[in-house]
């Protein structure tokens, strides 16, 4: 092999060519591009949007470039991050619905098809280095394990590095994060001021740092995808204490604030009307003082995690202020969706309880408010907040009335951009964002992207808006999601909410003339029935021409089914001493069945303590482990712990340390075993009944948030030679359970 082109077989030096790409030289004067996109955010929840949520930093991008009131998405994070990605529908590149589980079809892969290039390979070619921080979540689940397959991680489509995670959400204090290809320990925890909003600012200062560094004539694209603000709600307790007071007054008068302020601002039309509450949502003053206290404090939580966000992106501005960088970056902030109504009507402390069969009592959540965003709570706000977050629009994320799919989208370039805190308001969505950008940067998509040929980009640019005008788009866009379906045309929308299981001829459509009725409160669909039959008929054209049907409702079947194709009939499991961390949707799958655990080791005569294996974090899962001589078996679900401890210390020697767990109708036995050996029981109307825990598996330790009374990582002590898991074939999901729990993981 020649040093400088490679495998020379069959071929002598001088006929030799480079095996691989030849970089590009970067397009002179290319910007730089850093994208910024938050989680669960609502259109109003932007300080420069209405909101009282401190967001200095965001405001001042604002004010130095342009914000974007009719920035569309589509209603769920993976779909959207699909379709900015690629600059295409998110059906039409296999991101129908979620990366979470595969339907088959074409348009519901859980997975970027190869002809759908991202944003980073498109840019390659032209001398880019890019960067990814942050959530991913358009690789199915079931393929971010150990051996991948890793062609659908960042890596894979395009970013030269990434540090993230891959999951729809993770814990802030004990994430499960990702190095490139390989999964990693949080630097530090919760106890030592750790928290992965500020991780993953220092990382994208460390990637646009060393690039600087290395190359810096050669531009950068960083997309850095924070955590927030989906739950878990976690984040410095100094700062949801701040929020109580902003948000005492309730959800009725933060919402007329709110739309106050938008008319203030520019943001809404001066006429713009509040649609009446969402279904379900009663008036503040309906609630017990108990019951507003608790909601104020998840709401606080909130709040707390956008403004530490939001402190955070300070720095990486600040850093680019420093380095020389900022005026010739093009800087892009977004939300994905809607806020979520996961929380449901009366929020969360511990999600992970109630989605496990477990109740979470007003009394439990109102002992617990001083733990909300701290390291053992998945909290969520109730849909009032969600409601109010989305301010003046309809319903939430998931759903296709503008709560769901309306965004804010401010857009900073201060060497590209001569306007300063101007509005644009003409429809936009969230598939334009790809060919704005190549249109700004003079390139064309390419042909091909690692030989396979390209299918068209979908999206339209809104390049021209850069400028003093802002032409409208001029194409039709459709949505749907779950079932929910919409579709705008020439500052039209035709809409419907589709109740699960409902005969899709049965919804009813409603009709919205936008560019007059911001927040859709006037349904003309009786007044002009002709206009929403054609705009119906234009959502069937596209639908049917974006892989859109057949459409599919079901939340619990689609998400059983999936976990049933990818575990098949395997039922043992092998862990051997060495083996890394497991994310949690390729670990055993001990929901609702019964299973054996057993751990091989050798304790000394001075006794040996640790964790054996461990699945989960501080809000669910299980652990086997060692103390005071004693072997010891903890379920905890949703924070309450069924803990079974042997009757007699482990002796020295090589032993079999395990747990028998029997799942029977309305329990689960729980049998400690040494050496095939019942050593001691107990009983629990508890179990694993949706998911385990969104955390993953560790053997010898247990790495971040402890699952079980002890400090983590609390390694074994003694030798450990492998664990086994063995499970039988009694397994019983209710599909629709699993459904909902998935769907709040979302």
């Given at each position: ?42 259109f109003s929840d932007f300080g420069c949007y209405g909101s009282p949520i401190a967001t200095p930093t965001i405001d001042a991008l604002a004010a130095q470039g342009l914000r974007y009131t009719g920035f569309h998405t589509t209603a769920m994070c993976s779909t959207t991050r699909a379709a ?663």
């Amino acid at each position: 092999m020649d040093a400088q082109t490679g495998p020379t077989i069959g071929r002598t030096v001088a006929e030799s060519k480079p095996w691989w790409p030849t970089p590009a030289a970067p397009a002179k004067g290319s910007p730089n591009i850093l994208v910024v996109l938050f989680d669960d955010v609502g259109f109003s929840d932007f300080g420069c949007y209405g909101s009282p949520i401190a967001t200095p930093t965001i405001d001042a991008l604002a004010a130095q470039g342009l914000r974007y009131t009719g920035f569309h998405t589509t209603a769920m994070c993976s779909t959207t991050r699909a379709a900015l990605l690629t600059g295409r529908n998110h059906h039409s590149v296999g991101v129908g619905c979620l990366a979470n589980f595969d339907s088959g079809y074409p348009g519901y892969r859980g997975k970027i098809a190869p002809e759908a290039g991202t944003l980073a390979e498109m840019l390659r070619p032209a001398g880019y280095r890019n960067y990814m921080v942050g959530k991913w979540h358009v690789t199915p689940l079931t393929e971010t394990g150990p051996t991948g397959p890793f062609e659908g991680w960042p890596l894979g489509r395009g970013f030269d590095r990434y540090y993230g995670f891959m999951d729809a959400e993770t814990d802030q204090y004990a994430p499960e994060l990702v190095r490139d290809n390989t999964p990693i320990e949080a630097p530090g925890g919760y106890a030592d001021g750790y928290h992965l909003t500020e991780d993953l600012t220092d990382q994208a200062i460390r990637y646009i740092a060393d690039h600087t560094a290395d190359a810096p004539d050669r531009p950068w694209l960083c997309w850095l995808a924070y955590g927030a603000c989906h739950a878990p709600h976690q984040a410095p307790q100094e700062l949801i204490a701040h929020y109580d007071q902003v948000f005492a007054e309730g959800w009725d008068v933060e919402r007329e604030r709110r739309l106050a302020r938008q008319k203030q601002l520019g943001i809404v039309p001066a006429d713009t009307r509040m649609p009446p509450r969402n279904d379900m949502v009663r008036p503040w003053a309906e609630h017990s003082p108990d019951e507003q206290r608790l909601f104020t404090r998840l709401q606080a939580a909130f709040a707390a995690m956008l403004d530490h966000a939001d402190r955070n992106l300070a720095r990486l501005v600040a850093f680019l202020e420093t380095a020389g960088l900022k005026d010739d970056t093009l800087i892009l902030v977004m939300s994905d969706n809607g806020a979520s109504q996961e929380g449901g009507p009366f929020g969360m402390v511990n999600a992970m309880g109630p989605y496990n069969g477990k109740p979470e009592p007003l009394t439990e959540k109102i002992a617990r408010i001083g733990d909300i965003g701290g390291p053992d709570t998945h909290s969520n706000f109730p849909w009032g907040w969600a409601m109010a977050s989305n301010t003046p629009l309809k319903r939430y994320k998931q759903n296709t009335h503008g709560g769901g799919i309306r965004d804010p989208l401010v857009l900073s370039w201060p060497n590209g951009v001569e306007a300063r805190g101007e509005l644009r308001h003409q429809f936009r969505h969230c598939s334009d964002v790809t060919p704005t950008l190549l249109e700004v940067l003079g390139l064309q998509p390419p042909a091909t992207v690692n030989g396979v040929a390209q299918m068209p980009l979908e999206g339209v640019s809104f390049a021209a808006s850069l400028g003093e005008a802002d032409p409208p788009r001029g194409k039709a866009q459709y949505f749907e999601m779950f079932g929910h379906r919409g579709l705008w045309q020439d500052g039209w929308k035709a809409v419907a909410f589709h109740p699960p299981g409902q005969p899709f001829d049965a919804d009813v459509w409603e009709l919205y003339h936008l560019d007059q009725d911001f927040s859709e409160t006037e349904d003309l669909a009786q007044a002009q029935p002709e206009r929403l039959a054609a705009l119906q008929a234009e959502w069937w054209r596209l639908a049917e021409a974006s892989q859109v049907l057949p459409l599919d409702d079901r939340f619990g079947p689609r998400f059983a089914e999936n976990a049933t194709r990818f575990h098949g009939p395997r039922k043992a499991f092998t862990f051997h001493a060495g083996m890394g961390h497991l994310p949690t949707d390729v670990a055993p799958d001990v929901r609702s069945r019964s299973f054996v655990i057993e751990a091989y080791v050798k304790v000394s005569e001075a006794g040996e303590e640790g964790v054996l294996i461990a699945h989960g974090d501080a809000t669910c899962g299980y652990c086997l482990y060692v103390r005071d001589g004693r072997l010891t078996y903890d379920m905890n679900v949703g924070g309450r712990h069924a803990v079974v401890t042997s009757d007699a210390p482990v002796p020295a020697g090589h032993h079999r340390l395990g747990v028998a767990v029997k799942s029977e109708p309305g329990k689960r036995s729980i049998t400690l075993i040494v050496d095939g050996k019942a050593v001691g029981t107990g009983e629990t109307d508890m179990g694993f009944h949706s998911f385990i825990s969104w955390s993953g598996l560790d053997i010898g330790r247990d790495r971040g948030s402890p699952v079980g009374d002890y400090g983590a990582p609390f390694e074994f002590t003694g030798q450990l030679k492998k664990v086994t898991v063995t499970m039988d074939a009694d397994q019983a999901l209710d599909g629709d359970m699993v459904g909902e729990a998935e769907m709040a993981r979302q």
